[in-house]
């Protein structure tokens, strides 16, 4: 009797991973009533969920301590720096070490502002299969397209946009006080960091932290698909 049992657990499991890898492979339209939605449909219901996070979240980045506000992706020292932090609000030089900071996050800001554009051409290039693996794929299917085909030339867009504006923001002033001030202390190992890589990486972390989020609501939340397509469209990712 155990083995009759055993043996049909293991072929209901095969049976259940047999049918869903068939259902993942069925054309999309199968999966509507009627083939209500095109392959052109889906394709432009996930352009439009990623213009979406586009618009709610990364441009809400751009804003005035846009990442300085934001405790998801709020900029913290690098490792080396922190120490610089502490020791300078203990000889209460708290001030200048919050403009550090500040500044630093406002450089981020500042750099995203480039990143629409770049956007944009990847949603533009997004072909039907890329649809279709986003929108069955996982909860964060979309972000990881975002970040394969945009990750390098957003990388090449934000370096020399914060390198620029550590002097346009007064980081690179602030920083040089700060760190001045830290070297000058007393038997205390001499920094001197270059900021400029450590919060373009930071930045962009934080780019595909706020596309995630709004990911997340419009799989999740049915009030977040902000129009008819939307709803159809995710209505596919809910089924499977």
Known sequence: MKKIIVAAMVLSLTSCAELNHIVNNLPLEQLTKGGALTNLDISNGLKAALDKGISDQVSKLTAEKGFYNNQLVKIALPAELKKVDETLRKFGLGDLADKGLIALNATASD?????????????KRMNFNDARAI????????????????????????????????????AAEIWTQ???????????????????????????????????????????????????????????????
Do not use: C, H, W
């Not at 554009?117 to 949603?123: D, L, M």
């Not at 996982?138 to 620029?164: G, M």
């Not at 997340?216 to 995710?234: C, G, M, N, P, Y």
């Open 111 to 123: 750099a995203v502002k480039t990143a629409t554009p770049i956007f944009v051409n990847a949603i």
């Open 135 to 170: 929108l069955m794929g996982d909860n964060k299917a979309a972000t990881t397209y975002l970040t394969k085909t945009t990750n390098n030339q957003l990388y090449a867009s934000f370096n020399p946009v914060i390198k620029n504006s550590f002097d346009k923001v007064g």
């Open 178 to 240: 700060l760190i001045t001030k830290y070297n000058q202390i007393p038997f205390i190992s001499k920094v001197n960091p270059d900021l400029t890589d450590y919060v373009t990486q930071k930045a962009l972390s934080g780019v595909y932290t706020m596309i995630a989020v709004e990911e997340q609501k419009i799989r999740t939340d049915f009030s977040e698909r902000s129009s008819a397509l939307l709803q159809k469209v995710f209505a596919l990712q809910d089924k499977k």
